[in-house]
């Protein structure tokens, strides 16, 4: 309904205004019609209040367009009573922006949302496009996603026994960075696998370790120096060396060594299989190559040293040898060059 004006007449009394009872009903026709939009056509609800500068309006309900002027940081055009630096303002075409004290805190626009400041979620947070973090994390972040141009994508959490855990899609635990650390666990069975076929593995079954070859190809190990020692890291087991030696150790002392020449053997060998005939040459056997001290009693005995295994031609300066027993008995006599 328009709004309905009382007919005053030209002067008073002169007969050409609205009846009082004409000027009644259009009186009341606009309350009607202000009580209705405003409350429940008997009682006004909408809880407005206003002053010279402000309009306040309790909880109505707006149909239609509502205009604002644009407003800014510090002086936002849709406000809160008696707090006239926080709340929404427009600050260009095709532009929504928040501020709070003052300080604008977040914008919208064609290009989707900014915000300035940190942003708490309760529940799920879905994203259908990339989400790019800009700015680097900082020690004591719960759970932080950074990024600076040096260091790519950042990521940092802080827990009582890890600060990042991740896990399949089975919510199974593929590895953790125990807290205040900079390792990476696996838990048992789970693998580092390497290559287009996971050809190299790496992983612990919780009894053993293993470094398995799954695919095509060797385990080529590329170094100048290579060093097999303990689990404690205090005894070298054995020492592989570039255009040099080949050691072997027993509980940390070395017990044989490769040369150019063949090998030298330390302390006392035992011979537990044949020696075949002929299968010592005499440039085998160097001048005082075999003493007594060298042989511990009964290493040598009848049994593991074949007929013409050692000949004549293979004992250069001795003019017999003679193998005996820890009796003393004579297992076997050979006769050299002088004999």
Do not use: C
């Not at 053997?265 to 010592?280: R, S």
């Not at 085998?284 to 007929?307: F, G, L, Q, T, V």
């Amino acid at each position: 309904m328009a709004y309905q004006s009382i007919g005053l007449g030209t002067t008073a009394g002169d007969g050409t205004g609205d009846t009082i009872r004409s000027g009644g009903d259009k009186v009341n026709d606009n309350f009607v019609e202000i009580y209705t939009l405003l409350g429940t056509g008997s009682a006004l609800t909408s809880g407005i209040s206003a002053t010279s500068s402000v309009v306040t309006l309790g909880g109505p309900t707006i149909t239609g367009v509502a205009s604002f002027a644009d407003g800014s940081n510090s002086a936002p055009s849709i406000t809160n009573t008696g707090d006239t630096n926080t709340g929404i303002y427009f600050g260009a075409a095709d532009t929504v922006n928040v501020t709070t004290g003052g300080t604008k805190r977040v914008d919208i626009d064609s290009s989707g949302l900014d915000v300035t400041g940190n942003v708490t979620a309760t529940g799920n947070v879905t994203a259908t496009g990339t989400v790019e973090p800009a700015g680097d994390t900082a020690a004591g972040d719960n759970a932080a996603i950074g990024y600076t141009a040096a260091e790519g994508l950042i990521l940092t959490g802080q827990g009582s026994t890890s600060d990042i855990t991740l896990k399949n899609d089975a919510d199974a635990t593929v590895f953790t960075v125990p807290t205040g650390t900079d390792d990476i666990l696996f838990p048992d069975n789970a693998k580092a696998m390497f290559g287009a076929g996971s050809d190299l593995q790496l992983f612990h079954d919780g009894s053993n370790s293993y470094i398995k070859d799954a695919g095509t190809g060797n385990i080529t190990m590329q170094a100048n120096q290579v060093n097999f020692v303990n689990a404690a890291g205090t005894e070298t087991l054995m020492a592989v060396n570039e255009d040099g030696a080949v050691v072997l150790f027993y509980d940390n002392s070395t017990k044989l060594t490769t040369s150019s020449a063949g090998g030298t053997l330390t302390g006392v060998w035992v011979q537990t299989a044949n020696i075949a005939a002929d299968a010592i040459t005499g440039a085998k056997i160097a001048d005082d190559a075999i003493d007594s001290e060298h042989y511990a009693a009964d290493s040598i005995d009848e049994e593991h040293i074949a007929n013409d295994a050692v000949g004549s031609a293979e004992l250069k300066t001795l003019s017999t040898l003679l193998i005996k027993n820890s009796s003393g008995s004579t297992l076997k006599t050979v006769h050299g060059a002088g004999a």
